[in-house]
DNA sequence: ATAGGGTTAG
């Protein structure tokens, strides 16, 4: 052993290159006497060096080597070892680059250490340059070397890297192969996993081991390929390998992942051991699959078999809690993290900000969030998404654009949250903004992120850049179809979209719920009565389907739409479904457009008896007792519902200007051109007088009781109409959206604006777009 | 002496 020291050392310190020998080779260690001493000395040194760092014992190891005249290659590998297989990467890359300064040369035992300390401290560059390095010195034909670079380039993302290193190396292990397929799988390239494996056992007869099972298993779980994950299992009972207890975990999780619990629970009893990790794959897969009550038993009987929970734990029970939305369970959960001291914890934080948000409570999402030392794209995704599932786009859209001013780019996860909060708002230029990003950063095939586009382009008013993106699509699924059509019957566009539905139809694509109600809303909103009454019709005997509530909720608005407000209340006494208050709000609707009071009124009590806080319904109902004149009624529902201690909806109207959203509220003065945008509006509201058909004009109570700001002179909608008429180019389309739906008042006036001004004027409202030209509506004045 | 992933957030 001791000469292979002596070997090695001598291959390192004289070369070839007198130079070195002569910087290296001092006159006192020059004699024979010191150099054999020296010799016997490196030996001994080596031996205990070498003890200890098997040993683990690096710090000790660290100071005798320090301590040590002139180490050679054995020595210096020996260190950058102990460090690297500590996880102390840092350190390893430090003493290989003294080695370097040393003028010591690295040999095919350095580079694997150095690679992997690379590798595992994410030095991008510099795990490039050893390679170029490893190249120069004609070490590129290393097994083991080609294998940790094969390591290092998965690590990295660079999957192309990877695969050039392994293909370019001129022999190949198990371990080489087994490298790849862990690459694959770790970037989510389930699919690639697998046929790699396939390929390594059919195209070169090798056995799977312990490594390439795991794996294998790991990308079942990924591409939820359950049959092949129990091809697996059989093949690790049929070749006998002893299923260890990391292996029966890795079965364990792969059918939870797959949604198999009923496997899962079967696999987790017959188990002789089980530890914490079985525990909580366990926990986690109730979790995952919606059983949340499940995951808080496996808990509980976890801790009965004396296993303490970890951090891990903690992660996985709180979906459990965000889908009972448990506040108190989720509360709970973060003080036994906060005693425990899991805290602080990315991965921790990020899942209590989601269960925070998802029990509809943003204040401690916010908390976590800003208090975040570190915080990964997840983290900003997940706070995205929690501001867009409560409702509060305009947040949502703020944080998209502070991420953007950091380093961290915008991925999937966050365009398919920050899509439809833009939708919401109809930021039209945001939008068109993150679309042309969408192409740039190469999601544009995807077809989740597509389909929110098409609906967002819709929503935003734009139906021709909407179709436009649809029949650009690369493959178009029943999503998407259902959203095109969904698109054309809120602007009002019916028969277009029952021919997109046929044309749907043609291409072999077979209808499904969401598919009915996008045509059954075509064909209320239209007024297309047969053809609503045939597509109800053939959904049920064509295609066998039970309608749900939003379907009898389309023909209930359907029947309204035609003024037979007797057969829509036969039509919802005769519902095999229980009606909602969605039901008696279109019966609400009918009752409001036919002026028939006695009807609205039933519909109301139906509705408060389901819903007591429903705003909506006291607005509308005492609306019409105002423009029927019925003063003494406007009081008596308008008290009842501050009895209640309820408070209407403000009322919101957005529109876009120069890339940012602009909110209005009524007799909003907040604004820069507020004091234009009143004197505007007092100037047209005279010409509306003068137009002398406004409904309200004649007698308006709600102008007498509200206060003035609250005249439908200074309703949020018609300011937000009056700021994007002066302030943008003539010609143009105005859009604004609106968070309730549109008055009488506002809906009279804006046509006559849209007649005045000669502008086109689409007003999206909760429910349906209207688009006013020349002193008329898409809608036909019914809404 | 050298290369290796059981469970964790959207």
Redesign the pocket.
Known sequence: ?AT?FVH?SCNTVSGSNPQRRLLRDSPAASTSTTRRWSRVNLASVARTL?SLINAGRVREAASLFESTEKPD??LW??MI?GY??GELYEEAVHVYRRMQDAGVWA???????V??SF??SSSYDDGLRVHAKIIKVGLDS????C??LV?MYSKFGLLSAAERVFYEMPER???????L??GY??NGEGWRSLVCIKQMQEAFGMRL????I??AL?AC?LELCLEQGKEIHCHVIRNGLEP???????LL?MY??NGDMVYAQRLFSSMSR????????LI?GYA?NDEPLQAFASAIKMQDNYMIP????V??L??AC?ELRSMDHGKAIHALAIKKGFLP????E??LM?MYAKCGDLKPSELLFEKMTEK????W??MI?AYVQNGRNLEALQLFLHLQEGPLGP????IS?IIPACAELASLQQGTQIHSYVLRAGYGRDSVVLNSIVNMYARCGDLNISRQVFDRMMCRDLVSWNILIMGYAIHGHGKAALELFSAMKDTGLKPNQSTFTSVLTACSITGLSDEGWLHFDSMQQEYGMSPEIEHYGCMVDLLGRTGDLRAAIDFINKMPLVPTARIWGSLLTAGRNNRNIEVAEFAAEQILRLEHDNTGCYVLLSSMYADAGKREDVDRVMSLMRQKGLNRTAARSLVEFDGKTCSFVNGDRSHDQSNKIHQVSSVLSRKIEEAACDPGAIFDPIDAVMKKANSPNRHSLRLAVIFRLISSTVGSPVLVKKNVRICNHCHHAVKLISGFSGREIIVGDTKIYHHFSDGTCSCGDYW
Not at 173 to 179: K, Q, T
């Open positions: 052993m292979a090695s070498f290659t054995f590998n020996l070892r690297a297989n040999d095919h035992f350095t580079f694997p250490f690679i992997k590798a595992n290393d097994l083991f070397i294998n940790s390591t292990d198990d371990v080489s192969w087994n490298s397929v862990d799988v770790s081991d312990w490594f390439a795991t794996s790991a779980s260890d207890i990391k292996l029966q975990t890795a999780d939870c992942k089980r530890n914490i990790v079985t525990w909580n794959a986690g995952l970890d951090t891990i734990t992660v996985n709180l979906p965000a914890h990315l991965i921790l990020t899942a989601d990964s794209l997840v983290s995704n997940t998404a991925d999937v996860f966050t949250s």
